[in-house]
């Protein structure tokens, strides 16, 4: 099977009431999916950087009672785990997709990535138009960079390096209507030049943690 894209029934999941039931649809609808777009991304990014890139797929395992709002695959360089390194994400919530390269909170070496990624507010205040911003991956909110200010940008910088919960997440939304999610080669192709786009920062970030 190959990636076909994802279909309504994909973002109705998170409609579904009770944590075992939607956990049960993650499973069986979007998880297989993940699957499929993760292998590709893992085996590109591990090109791109040089090294070997290992897939994770969220399990939502610290949940207990409320079912998880959104979902999502990751690809870091460490095989036991990502959360604690920056990392790629494709993953959705019930209205869109989305596609970032991420540094939560858990990361260990927060000060250092963030003091690194404040020397690209330039660079990034430079890329296409379509790119925008988060400041906390539970949050479907996102800042649209062409709509702020790089003094904007650079105070999520800040907060990410500053702040304890602080968190950074930089690439791409696709609307859930949007064409190109119906097409799994299009929407394989279009997460791959967001990921090349995406790597100097990484590539950025990761040089500082391991100076």
Do not use: C
Request: glycine residues 6%.
């Amino acid at each position: 099977m190959t990636f076909q894209g994802f279909q309504k029934t994909d973002f109705d999941t998170f409609h579904l009431d009770g944590l075992e039931t939607r956990m049960s649809a993650i499973q069986e609808r979007i998880q297989p999916k993940f699957q499929e777009i993760g292998a590709y991304l893992r085996e590109e990014l591990s090109l791109m950087l040089g090294k070997e890139m290992f897939l994770h797929i969220a399990k939502h395992a610290r949940r207990t009672k409320n079912p998880p709002n959104d979902t999502w695959l990751a690809v870091a360089d460490d095989k036991r785990g990502y959360k604690k390194h920056p990392h790629f994400q494709v993953g959705l919530f019930d209205d869109h997709v989305f596609i970032w390269l991420a540094f939560i909170y858990e990361m260990p070496d927060k000060e250092k990535a963030a003091e690194a990624l404040l020397h690209t507010s330039n660079d990034m205040m430079a890329l296409p138009e379509d790119y925008r911003i988060s400041l906390d991956h539970t949050k479907k909110e996102s800042l649209v960079l062409k709509h702020i200010e790089e003094q904007e940008l650079i105070a999520g910088l800040e907060r990410f390096r500053d702040v304890k919960k602080g968190e950074f997440l930089l690439g791409k939304h696709f609307e859930k209507g949007h064409p190109l999610l119906k097409d799994g080669e299009a929407f394989l192709e279009e997460a791959k030049r967001t990921f090349e786009t995406l790597v100097p920062f990484y590539t950025e970030a990761q040089r500082a943690i391991t100076r």
